[in-house]
C-alpha cells in the first residue's frame, strides 16, 4: 500500500509499505477513504523528531471501510463504516472505566513512562504505524472505532478523530460560566473549533487571538471577536485590549491552543532545533530530559485569564525543563486543565450536532481536500500557512 512515512525534519514521503494485516483476535484492518492532517503532525516535522525513526507512518484522524476484523471484535462487521479516535484504548481497564482512554492501562507506554499509545506518534506512543495510508490496522478495535451512518459526506464525521473530541474537551475543562467568556490562543483547526463549541454550548463572549489573517477572517465570520497578534507592539497591549472588553478583570477561561511552537520564543526555539539536528543517539535522551517549549502563549494565558480563571491546554507540551511564573499562577489561584483528549468519553456528546442543520460548520471545516500523494505539499502547506490553508483532507 502508498503510505506518508517520515523520513528526517521536513522530509515526509509517500512511499510503498506492507500491507497491514490482522495480529491479534482484537485487531481490525480499514480502508481509508479519508485521513487529516492536523497540527500535531507539524510537531513531528519540526520539533519532535528526536523521538522519530526513518520510516515511521504518519497521521492520527482516519476514517475509513472496515475490510477485515478479528475474531474477539463482536460488533464490527465488514463494511461497516467508521472513524477511529487517534489513542488506542482496551474499554475495560480501570482508567478507560473512569473516562481516561488516552491514561488506558492496557495500552500504556510503560517504557517510555506514558500514556496510552496513539496511531502514527512518535516511540514515546508506541511507534504505531498511522492512518495516512490506504489500510490501518486498528488495535483494541473492540473500543476504539466509531460506527457512523452512510450517506454523508466522509468530512460529516471525520474530525470525531482528533479535532472535535479536542477541541470539546478543552471547552469541557476551561469551565466557561454560562453566559461568561473565554479567549482562545491560537485559531488553526483545534483553537477554531473551540471557539464554535463555546459558542454552541452557552459562551456569551468568545474572543480569539491570532496571527494568520485567513484564520483570523474565518473565526470572524462565525461571530468571534478577533485580535490580530500583529496589530500590538507586545503581550501586555494584547491583554490590555482584551481586559477592556471584560470589565478590566480578564476572560474567565482561556483556551492555550498553540503549544509548544508559539511565536515569540527565540531561545527555546533555537534549543529545539539544535537538538533536532543532533544525531539521534543523542538527541533522543537530551530530548527526554532537557527539551523545553516556546512557551509565550502559555504565558500570555496566565497574564489574560481573570483571577481565580481557568487555563485549558490543548496545544502540545513536550518540555521536561520549562520555567513557569508559579508566584503569578499561585496568587492569581488559576486553575489549569490539560492533556491528550480522551475521544470515546466526548463522541456521544457531539454526534448530536453532526446534523443537516451542521451548527459546528464541519461539512465545510476543510480549507483543503488533497490526494494522499500530495502530503509532502500538504505539509509543505500547512507548516508555512500558505494558501489559506487552515484544515487539510486527504484522500489515498
Known amino acids: 500500500m502508498r503510505a506518508v512515512t517520515w523520513q ?26 479519508s485521513t487529516g492532517l492536523c497540527g500535531s503532525d507539524l510537531h513531528l516535522y519540526e520539533v519532535l523528531t528526536p523521538f522519530m525513526t526513518p520510516g515511521d507512518i504518519l497521521g492520527h484522524e482516519p476514517m475509513g471501510i472496515v475490510e477485515e476484523v478479528g475474531p474477539g471484535v463482536p460488533d464490527l462487521a465488514v463494511g461497516d463504516r467508521v472513524v477511529v479516535p487517534f489513542q488506542i484504548a482496551c474499554g475495560n481497564c480501570w482508567m478507560c472505566l473512569n473516562s481516561l482512554p488516552t491514561q488506558c492501562e492496557t495500552t500504556q507506554v510503560t517504557g517510555e513512562g506514558m500514556g496510552a499509545a496513539l496511531f502514527g506518534y512518535t516511540r514515546l506512543y508506541g511507534a504505531v504505524p498511522g492512518g495516512q495510508a490506504e489500510y490501518l490496522r486498528i488495535p483494541q478495535a473492540q473500543f476504539g472505532p466509531i460506527k457512523v451512518p452512510e ?25 466557561i460560566p454560562q453566559g461568561g467568556s473565554i ?18 454550548r452557552g459562551a456569551g463572549r468568545v474572543f480569539g487571538v491570532d496571527l494568520v489573517p485567513d484564520r483570523l477572517r474565518r473565526a470572524e465570520a462565525r461571530g468571534v471577536e478577533t485580535y490580530d497578534l500583529r496589530a500590538f507592539d ?49 538527541s533522543g535522551p537530551m530530548s ?47 486553575q489549569i486543565r490539560m492533556g491528550q483528549a480522551n475521544v470515546r468519553r466526548w463522541t456521544d456528546d457531539i454526534l448530536p450536532y453532526l446534523t443537516d442543520e451542521d451548527p459546528l460548520g464541519v461539512d465545510d471545516f476543510a480549507t483543503h481536500r488533497l490526494p494522499l500523494d500530495d502530503a509532502p505539499r500538504a505539509y509543505e502547506m500547512f507548516q508555512h500557512k500558505r494558501d489559506g490553508a487552515v484544515k487539510v483532507v486527504m484522500q489515498p
Open 183 to 200: 479567549a482562545v490562543l491560537g485559531l488553526g483547526p483545534i483553537g477554531d473549533m473551540a471557539c464554535r463549541i463555546a459558542q454552541v
Open 8 to 33: 528526517g525534519k521536513r522530509d515526509v514521503r509517500v512511499e510503498s509499505v506492507p500491507d497491514p494485516r490482522i495480529e491479534e483476535p482484537t485487531d481490525a484492518v480499514i480502508r481509508v477513504t
Open 288 to 334: 527526554e530530559r532537557f527539551s523545553v517549549d516556546r512557551l509565550a502563549a502559555l504565558h500570555t494565558a496566565i497574564d489574560l485569564v481573570r483571577r481565580g480563571g481557568t487555563i485549558s491546554l490543548s496545544g502540545v507540551y513536550g518540555g521536561m525543563a520549562d520555567p513557569l511564573p508559579m508566584l503569578t499562577m499561585f496568587d492569581k489561584q488559576l
Open 151 to 175: 450517506g454523508p459526506p466522509d468530512d460529516r464525521f471525520l474530525y470525531l478523530s482528533d479535532v472535535l473530541p479536542t477541541a470539546w474537551q478543552a471547552v469541557a475543562y476551561a469551565d
Open 234 to 282: 507586545s503581550e501586555k497591549e494584547l491583554v490590555a485590549a482584551i481586559r477592556d472588553q471584560t470589565d478590566g478583570r480578564g476572560p474567565d477561561a482561556v483556551i492555550d491552543a498553540v503549544g509548544t511552537e508559539a511565536h515569540g520564543s527565540a531561545v527555546a526555539r533555537l534549543v529545539q532545533n539544535t537538538a533536532a539536528l543532533l544525531p539521534r543517539k543523542l
